[in-house]
């Protein structure tokens, strides 16, 4: 009653049917591998159905993406989640609007336009997306534009904020860079191969919306860039100095105890904020975006599992774990 069917890759055709047997579950642009494969449950082609359904709904009916209703529906979800954020923070005294259903609907719009562009272009639609995740950073920037007010306690979660991290800051950086260009890379080719719209929206609900997008500190990519607080950072002018707290804690109970301080200039400052920012922030957004885009190229269902987050640990290679806390020296003395 139940048996796996499973179709050979690169081939689009049944091994237990004849040659010229095939499925319309695939579609063919340049940029993506040929493939096929159904998953029958008592006589019902689940997985064949669920590609044809995607396939219809999202597959390019005309010949010039300016008519293709993906790229003008994507850019008014798009601007629309963006410009109601601004409006909702205009109208409440500068309270910024966050909510999975308004995020949902802004990455489904980005989504919808890349893949409009993918289908038109190919590859050469991954310049696209990375200029408008560069747009989407710097509205995330205009939109945090209000300085977070550091207090006493200062939290490291990563080594571009840590202090204790000294040059092992430009040793990451220099190996998230390699990585990251190393994927850019690999996704422009110019290979004519076929893909399968069921991985794209699997990328789209199981991964970004599931695993990536507004998951805080439990996302698969790391937590976002603290902009508020590193821009109250950016515009210090003297050094600044900071001591781990578990030394304070230890010098309030012993005086005679020694205190660790870890300094950095003003220039140092601004050095680590553009490294995380561009890792956080940049890196992080186009990482997250072309995900659907990379799961077209699945040459299977397993394919597309394994290969969903094999990308995500780039930008997670600068967190350290449990946050540090450190004390501003001279303000942990009133504690005492």
């Known amino acids: 009653p139940f048996y796996f069917k499973l179709v050979y890759p690169c081939l689009g055709q049944d091994f237990r049917t004849k040659p010229e047997a095939s499925h319309s579950s695939c579609m063919v642009i340049p940029g993506i591998l040929s493939f096929d494969m159904t998953y029958d449950i008592?006589?019902?082609?689940?997985?064949?159905?669920?590609?044809?359904?995607?396939?219809?709904?999202?597959?390019?009916?005309?010949?010039?993406?300016?008519?293709?209703?993906?790229?003008?529906?994507?850019?008014?979800?798009?601007?629309?989640?963006w410009l109601w954020w601004f409006y909702y923070k205009h109208t409440h005294h500068g309270r910024a609007y966050n909510s999975y259903l308004s995020k949902m609907i802004m990455v489904f719009g980005f989504d919808l336009m890349a893949l409009s562009m993918f289908q038109d272009i190919g590859c050469h639609a991954f310049c696209f997306v990375i200029f408008l995740?560069?747009?989407?950073?710097?509205?995330?920037?205009?939109?945090?534009?209000?300085?977070?007010?550091?207090?006493a306690v200062y939290q490291a979660t990563n080594v571009y904020e840590d202090p204790k991290a000294g040059f092992q800051v430009a040793v990451v950086f220099l190996g998230q860079t390699t990585l990251f260009v190393f994927v850019l890379a690999s996704v422009f080719n110019e290979e004519e191969v076929r893909f399968n719209l069921g991985f794209w929206f699997a990328g789209y609900v199981g991964v970004q919306m599931s695993a990536i997008f507004d998951r805080g500190s439990s996302s698969q990519l790391g937590p976002p860039w603290n902009i508020q607080k590193w821009r109250a950072l950016w515009n210090r002018d003297s050094t600044y100095v900071l001591c781990p707290q578990e030394d304070v804690l230890v010098w309030q109970k012993d005086r005679t105890k020694e205190v660790r301080e870890f300094s950095m200039t003003p220039q140092q400052l601004k050095a680590r904020c553009v490294s995380g920012f561009l890792v956080n922030t940049i890196y992080r957004d186009i990482l997250a975006f072309i995900t659907p885009l990379l799961l077209l190229q699945a040459a299977s269902p397993m394919a597309c599992v394994g290969g969903a987050?094999?990308?995500v640990y780039i930008t997670k290679m600068d967190d350290i774990g449990d946050p540090v806390e450190y004390v501003e020296k001279g303000k942990y003395v009133e504690k005492a």
């Open 42 to 81: 008592f006589g019902f082609d689940v997985f064949d159905l669920y590609c044809k359904l995607c396939s219809h709904l999202f597959e390019r009916r005309t010949r010039s993406f300016l008519w293709d209703w993906k790229l003008w529906v994507g850019f008014l979800m798009w601007a629309g989640a």
């Open 309 to 311: 987050l094999e990308i």
């Open 133 to 151: 995740c560069v747009v989407n950073s710097a509205l995330a920037v205009a939109l945090w534009h209000n300085i977070a007010h550091n207090g």
